[in-house]
């Protein structure tokens, strides 16, 4: 496994493979890895001859009283990590590699920002927005590789490919959990030992709404508030919202039709986590 930590370098490593008609799998991710990730990395094992991760905490898409310092990061466990489930490339670039001082643009995400972590977050898809265009011109890939617990970076991100005409395959994967369903994120490290214990409740409380979807009920308003209430009652945790909205155009709506999310927000003392689950009104009970 290499190890790059130049852009120009990286470039000219990827040329060499597409002129080999290699396929490229890249996987962004801004490391702490844990197996969300990994998840990520054996699909793109799977489909591609090469595969490359990027390791950048990118500055770019932290608000001002956000954790961009305090980001957890470990990067010899993440070569390691990366290494041993088949990474060929990690690109690992400084700040001042991606972001120099002349940096002359901004990016500005103009649909699908009004609405979950977009309107808590001001310019958080600004940042993950530029960052990927960048990421995508360094590594060139035919497939890029996101996880599904962040929905509607997801969804932002199927826009840049389409509006910018990168020639890349979007694959969303599936969320993976804990054992007692709680989705992997590297800031569940910020919570204490009751509000581990209470975090699975986003999803028992997403499953609740979805069981009652598959009983008949179609009423946003009345599956947001069991979700809410659930949360509330299992959890000491500070709802920032409960959204259900059509997927992945990420409009609101009354009534439940066609492909929907239901996403939750909530703020634990030192983390704030982020859940949802996503499915097709038309296969339900299918
Ligand atoms: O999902 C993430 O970890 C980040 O938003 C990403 C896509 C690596 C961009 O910095």
Same mark, same amino acid.
């Given at each position: ?43 793109? $094992?799977? *489909?591609?001859? +090469?595969?490359?991760? &990027?390791?950048? @905490? ?6 001002? =009283? !956000? ?109 993976? $959990?804990? *054992?007692?369903? +709680?989705?992997?994120? &590297?800031?569940? @490290? ?6 581990? =214990? !209470? ?88």
């Amino acid at each position: 496994m290499k190890i790059i930590t130049s852009a120009k370098e990286l470039q000219k490593e990827v040329l060499k493979y597409r002129e080999e008609k290699k396929s490229i799998g890249f996987v962004p991710t801004m490391g702490y890895l844990h197996e969300g990730h990994m998840s990520l990395v054996h699909h793109a $094992r799977k *489909e591609n001859d +090469l595969v490359i991760m &990027s390791v950048f @905490v990118n500055p770019l898409q932290f608000g001002p =009283n !956000e954790d961009f310092d305090s980001y957890p990061r470990d990067f010899e466990r993440d070569e390691r990590l990366a290494k041993n489930n088949g990474v060929d490339i990690i690109f690992y670039p400084q700040v001042e590699e991606m972001y120099k001082d002349t940096f002359s643009f901004h990016v500005k995400v103009l649909n699908k920002v009004n609405v979950l972590c977009g309107q808590k977050r001001e310019g958080h898809f600004d940042g993950v927005a530029t960052v990927l265009i960048k990421l995508f011109n360094i590594t060139q890939p035919n497939r890029a590789y996101f996880g599904m617990k962040d929905a509607q970076q997801v969804a932002i991100i199927e826009s840049i490919i389409e509006d910018f005409n990168f020639p890349i395959t979007l694959v969303p994967v599936d969320i993976v $959990r804990e *054992e007692d369903g +709680l989705a992997k994120s &590297s800031r569940n @490290v910020y919570l204490s030992d009751q509000e581990r =214990n !209470e975090a699975p409740q986003l999803y028992e409380a997403l499953k609740r709404a979805k069981s009652l979807v598959e009983q008949g009920e179609y009423d946003v308003r009345t599956l947001q508030l069991a979700v809410s209430e659930h949360i509330s009652k299992h959890t000491s945790g500070e709802i920032d919202y409960v959204e259900i909205l059509n997927y992945p155009e990420l409009e609101p709506i009354q009534v439940l039709s066609g492909k929907t999310i239901i996403a939750v927000a909530v703020k634990f003392t030192k983390a704030r986590l982020i859940d949802n689950i996503t499915f097709d009104i038309k296969h339900i009970n299918n």
